[in-house]
């Protein structure tokens, strides 16, 4: 089984750019997220989705956009990248939103110059 | 204060040894607590659930003490391939989980 598949897996972009973070599951789970890790930060959630038309914000929303129109994806866009957002980006699924089994995917590394 | 609160360490311990780390939690409504494992540059993975009563996966034993808002994991017999990052997360029923940052513990020969 793919799991939870994340691309890119890295990421150059310039200040400014705009790109789309890609996640896609297929585990017919509903619930999905996004969150960046830092070094001395852990894991902060940017957005969530507890299903398909559904999404809210986590901790760290500004700055990205997400929407899901399908169960399977999930999108995270950064409109107007900074340097700021560089980070590891992962993608999280679960059965139940709140019951604490998430899957992740691998990781996305992006770097904002 | 943190909703979720680990030492950082790092723990640097002789492969056999063992090894206990804690992590507090400041919300008394949270009703599911877990850890996970992060190897360098990968994704978190669950290790396992904390039950009320204390739970054990072969070598690792996690704990729940409800009073005091904390939770453990004890690794016994450590061998080279625990060193990682172990998160505790925690949420209470209809809010997103909460990870802590995490403890990296290194197992040397």
């Known amino acids: 089984n793919a799991g939870v598949t994340q691309t890119p897996k890295f990421q150059v972009l310039k200040t400014g750019q705009s790109m789309t973070l890609q996640c896609a599951q297929d585990?017919?789970?509903?619930?999905m997220s996004w969150y960046r890790q830092d070094p001395g930060m852990g894991l902060r959630l940017i957005h969530y989705?507890?299903?398909?038309?559904?999404?809210d914000q986590g901790e760290v929303p500004n700055g990205y956009n997400v929407s899901r129109s399908t169960t399977e994806d999930f999108p995270l866009r950064l409109l107007s990248a900074a340097p700021s957002q560089t980070s590891v980006y992962f993608c999280?699924?679960?059965?139940?939103?709140?019951?604490?089994?998430?899957?992740f995917g691998e990781g996305s590394r992006l770097t904002v110059l | 204060r943190k909703e979720v609160e680990q030492d950082p360490g790092p723990f640097n311990v002789p492969e056999g040894a063992t090894v206990a780390f804690n992590c507090t939690y400041s919300?008394?409504?949270?009703?599911?607590f877990f850890w996970y494992r992060q190897d360098c540059r990968k994704e978190p993975k669950l290790l396992m659930s904390?039950?009320?009563s204390g739970n054990e996966d072969g070598r690792f034993t996690a704990q729940l003490n409800r009073a005091s808002q904390y939770i453990s994991l004890l690794i016994r017999d450590s061998k080279l391939s625990d060193s990682a990052t172990y998160l505790c997360?925690?949420?209470?029923?209809?809010?997103?989980?909460?990870f802590g940052k995490g403890t990296t513990l290194s197992v040397s020969s």
């Open positions: 919300n008394s409504a949270s009703q599911s």
């Open positions: 989705s507890v299903g398909a038309g559904i999404t």
């Open positions: 997360v925690v949420n209470q029923a209809g809010t997103a989980l909460i």
């Open positions: 999280a699924s679960s059965y139940e939103w709140d019951k604490g089994v998430l899957f």
């Open positions: 585990m017919n789970h509903e619930y």
């Open positions: 904390v039950y009320s």
